[in-house]
């Protein structure tokens, strides 16, 4: 007879959630950033026990870095996921602005992205810290959240 198991995992959401820590703060404070990871971690351990895969601490994960880098404003509310702002009027204006080269290392998320991960990295010295929360999005989706719900019907103009 096999012995029945299960396995637990939690997202930073709920570290953020479990800790105190308002979403915003997760995203955008370092400290507070940090304080999620060491007080979410261990509140969910003292919950659900050695039976819980903890979260790797690394950023915060964040689906639209890759937007922000091409010009898309990213907003940060305060108790719920980030969200992109459209910013193309039409999709002709999308391609010109997409043509031209960039230089993502020069975004201003990216770099606080940066700022989190190192900061992460010296209040976490003995984990492997992540910076793969700085993410992406396939083609339509990026060309969806750039120009909007306007990228559905411009091909119909």
């Known amino acids: 007879m096999h012995r029945f198991r299960w396995r637990v ?12 820590v308002k979403l915003r703060d997760f995203y955008m404070d370092p ?4 304080h999620a990871f060491r007080e979410g971690r ?11 895969r903890l979260p790797r601490i690394s950023v915060p994960a964040l689906s639209y870095g890759h937007i922000s880098c091409l010009g898309a404003e990213i ?13 193309y009027s039409s999709i002709e204006e999308g391609i010109r602005s997409l043509c031209k080269k960039r230089d993502f290392s020069e975004c201003r ?7 989190v991960y190192r ?3 010296s209040e976490f010295p003995e984990e ?17 959240l750039l120009r909007g719900p306007g ?4 091909i119909y103009r």
């Open 9 to 20: 995992s939690a997202g930073h959401e709920v570290l953020a959630y479990i800790s105190g």
């Open 75 to 87: 907003v940060f509310p305060a108790d719920t996921a980030p969200v992109p702002q459209p910013v």
């Open 119 to 121: 900061y992460l990295k």
């Open 31 to 34: 400290r507070a950033c940090a």
């Open 109 to 115: 998320l990216f770099k606080h992205y940066l700022r």
């Open 42 to 52: 261990r509140k969910l351990k003292g919950i659900f026990g050695e039976d819980l």
């Open 128 to 144: 492997n810290v992540s910076l793969y929360g700085f993410g992406y999005e396939g083609p339509i989706t990026s060309a969806l």
């Open 151 to 154: 990228f559905l019907t411009d």
